[in-house]
């Protein structure tokens, strides 16, 4: 049973930063593929980016050039850091967790489908 806790969001003005966390806890931690994900409301849960084991990260391409992902293996960390805010970045961010594929990712993991694992979520907000 893997648990995630996310911290780190805020308000922000466009064109700031923030930094969002993830802390994970109860698997090991190097044997899964870790994402985010965010939600505005009214829409569809949507993939910001995953990374694998071996710190391999793909995006979005909403956020490429814009959003980093990380992770520490020793820590049992994920950070998302974002830059350059949009208003349109405003969302509920979700940390997820895919223990089935030894820390594995695919492209398919910019869905929400392929993660069993996920945290309560933090809120961004982008103003104008």
């Known amino acids: 049973q893997v648990q995630l806790v996310e911290s780190g969001g805020g308000a922000v003005q466009a064109g700031g930063s923030l930094r969002l966390s993830c802390a994970a806890s109860?698997?090991?931690?190097?044997?899964?593929?870790m994402g985010w994900f965010r939600q505005a409301p009214g829409k569809e849960r949507e993939g910001v980016g995953h990374?694998?084991?071996?710190?391999?990260?793909r995006y979005a391409d909403s956020v490429m050039g814009r959003f980093t992902i990380s992770r520490d293996n020793a820590k049992n960390t994920l950070d998302l850091q974002l830059n350059s805010l949009k208003p349109e970045d405003t969302a509920m961010y979700y940390c997820?967790?895919?223990?089935?594929?030894?820390?594995?990712?695919?492209?398919?993991?910019?869905?929400?489908?392929?993660?069993?694992?996920w945290g309560q979520g933090t809120q961004v907000t982008v103003s104008s």
């Open positions: 109860g698997y090991i931690y190097s044997r899964l593929c």
């Open positions: 997820a967790a895919d223990s089935t594929g030894f820390g594995h990712c695919s492209t398919a993991h910019l869905s929400p489908q392929w993660f069993n694992y």
């Open positions: 990374i694998d084991s071996s710190s391999n990260a």
